[in-house]
């Protein structure tokens, strides 16, 4: 049936998707619920919609479609359930041309709010705020949770998840995607074309011209740790945090295949300091693929992991402060004991004695991939 309504003419399709959602009784003919609270200055800071199962599939086969009528990001079409990610996009080209995803429509595409000044936008967050609540105690029904915060509405988020008793039960959600973002610039609120959203944003550089708003690199400190990080298939953490505090998140993440933690660079411990920690060691049996990147050597947070089922293991080590320690990753594959598929090491900086024990060790040259980059 998807299929045939696929050959419909698209602005049909529309309407009788549109229809489809307005006559939909919420707590019955449907079975996905989508959250999206834009930042405080949008008119409407919260959009709740309510999709059946058919009419969700329709839309998530022809992405225009969904863009069009849902409000929502231009790849919500293929986010895939179970995923959490804290996007601190302080590279956003780079994401675009890697080609994993592009821009979310409510960054790439800001254009019919007339452009106010700082302190007028500030007078909206209070509302938000109020909003914000409201969402918060509807969120029982939410399978797919999308938020878009400014700097204003940060420590009101915070203020929500910080206490365990105030963060309600979550039976059905899927995914959680964080974006947080700062005020736009005047130069940046230039006209855009009408109807933004049928429209989609190029997955080119060219989205990060000046219709697009800036993202924040400072990270905010926001601990999530209060969210179901035990139903996540997979965590990935772009924003810089406390070494403790990625540890926790992947702690939780018991039923996950695969974990990126990235742009720990800040908080990253030295070697002495991480010893000092009062940190146990975590067995994850279904962890498949570990990428670690940033700090002076990310490979340190494997003196704190047994990982029996690995396959995939990623570590990048972004800061030229020392080498990294060969003997952390020998210790970590004599306590897993895990049969890599795959290992990939990049600017790990070894001494050539480290080197030569690490890549003499049984394991090692037992992978069948093993891939060295600027060593």
């Not at 919260?46 to 069009?68: D, G």
């Not at 990939?344 to 004695?353: G, I, P, R, T």
């Amino acid at each position: 049936m998807v299929s045939n309504s696929i050959e419909l003419p698209f602005e049909i399709l529309r309407t009788i998707f549109l229809l489809s959602l307005k006559l939909a009784y919420p707590f019955e003919a449907t079975s996905f619920h989508k959250y999206v609270l834009e930042p405080s200055y949008k008119k409407e800071p919260l959009s709740y919609t309510h999709v059946c199962r058919w009419w969700r599939a329709v839309a998530l086969a022809v992405p225009e479609l969904w863009k069009a009528v849902s409000g929502t990001r231009d790849w919500v079409g293929y986010t895939s359930p179970g995923v959490l990610s804290i996007l601190d996009a302080t590279r956003p080209q780079q994401l675009n041309h890697e080609g994993r995803r592009t821009f979310p429509a409510s960054i790439a595409r800001p254009a019919s709010p007339p452009r106010q000044s700082g302190a007028s936008m500030e007078k909206f967050t209070p509302r938000t705020v109020k909003v914000l609540a409201y969402f918060w105690n509807q969120i029982t029904l939410c399978r797919s949770l999308s938020l878009t915060l400014d700097l204003h509405l940060i420590p009101h988020f915070y203020n929500l998840i910080k206490d365990k008793n105030n963060l309600p039960a979550m039976p059905l959600l899927e995914d959680v995607e964080l974006v947080f973002i700062s005020r736009p610039r005047a130069s940046q609120r230039k006209a855009t074309p009408s109807s933004p959203g049928l429209s989609p944003c190029p997955p080119s550089a060219a989205c990060a011209g000046p219709t697009t708003r800036r993202i924040i690199k400072s990270s905010p400190r926001v601990f999530l740790g209060n969210l179901p990080f035990e139903k996540l298939d997979t965590l990935s953490l772009t924003s810089a945090m406390p070494f403790k505090v990625a540890m926790c998140y992947i702690g939780r993440c018991t039923s996950a295949t695969t974990v990126h933690i990235n742009n720990l660079e800040t908080f990253n411990p030295s070697a002495f300091e991480l010893h000092q920690l009062d940190q146990p060691i975590l067995e994850l049996p279904n962890l498949r693929s570990l990428t670690l990147e940033g700090g002076e050597d990310p490979s340190l947070a494997l003196s704190y992991l047994t990982l029996p089922g690995l396959k995939h293991l990623k570590v990048i080590k972004l800061m030229r402060r020392g080498p990294m320690d060969g003997r952390e990753l020998e210790a970590f594959f004599r306590r897993s004991g895990c049969s890599l598929n795959k290992l990939y090491l990049e600017e790990a900086d070894m001494a050539s004695d480290t080197m030569v024990s690490f890549l003499a060790t049984p394991v090692v040259q037992k992978i069948k991939e093993l891939i060295l980059v600027g060593l």
